[in-house]
């Protein structure tokens, strides 16, 4: 079946610092998505990619989806502590029966 | 616009007896869905829901777990006879379309004793 990936689960930065991090199918994808969770918060809906190479702005927040519309990656610049939380990725398969699978997540900690 | 309710926001349960986990979806949604958060965990996708029909249920345990979503009246996911290992967040998530963005409610943490 397809399998979203998210490699590493944890990363630390210091405040003021850029943070990458990447998504990964094994399926081309439909879409993807992206959602925030903060700590003992909910999954919140950050933003929807749909066409290939689609670049999405969100103040210090920029999300790419790939040529191949397998892999996506999420950039913050200039982290700050208002940035805690984990950053799941979901991918919405293509096909009749499309479901949208989510990756495991990453958790991202900043230092003040 | 309400958005996804769930309730209860925490249940403690002793093993052995059964949990009842309530999802409102948003305004105009036919579609829920159900997950499991572990603690550090991600999401663990369990079921997927349609007015009155279960569609993908492949991410339940075969055994205890139960949903369903009647025509009227909140989703309802049912754990019989609770163990330890089910001490985690439920969220149940709703959505206009199959595929498209999922709305979540606030979870409910079960504590199983």
């Known amino acids: 079946g397809q399998q979203v990936m998210q490699i590493p689960q944890y990363q630390h930065v210091q405040e003021g610092e850029d943070f990458t991090t990447y998504c990964n199918s094994s399926t081309t994808l439909s879409n993807i998505q992206w959602y925030k969770q903060r700590p003992g918060g909910h999954p919140v809906f950050l933003i929807q990619l749909v066409k290939s190479g689609e670049v999405k702005k969100q103040k210090r927040l920029t999300f790419q989806f790939g040529e191949a519309k397998k892999n996506s990656s999420l950039h913050i610049t200039a982290t700050q502590t208002t940035d805690v939380g984990t950053y799941f990725c979901?991918?919405?398969?293509?096909?009749?029966?499309?479901?949208?699978?989510f990756g495991k997540g990453i958790t991202l900690s900043v230092r003040p | 616009n309400a958005g996804v309710m769930q309730n209860p926001r925490h249940l403690v349960r002793r093993r052995g007896q059964e949990a009842r986990l309530r999802c409102s979806p948003m305004k105009g949604h036919s579609h829920v869905y159900w997950y499991r958060q572990l603690p550090e965990e991600g999401l663990k996708f369990m079921v997927y829901?349609?007015?009155?029909?279960?569609?993908?249920e492949s991410g339940m345990p075969k055994e205890r777990f139960s949903a369903e979503f009647p025509k009227e009246g909140p989703s309802i996911l049912r754990i019989q006879q609770v163990v330890r290992g089910d001490s985690a967040a439920y969220f149940c998530a709703s959505s206009l379309l199959v595929g498209e963005t999922q709305y979540f409610g606030p979870g409910t943490r079960l504590l199983v004793l």
């Open positions: 979901a991918g919405e398969s293509t096909g009749a029966n499309s479901k949208l699978t």
């Open positions: 829901l349609q007015k009155e029909n279960i569609i993908d």
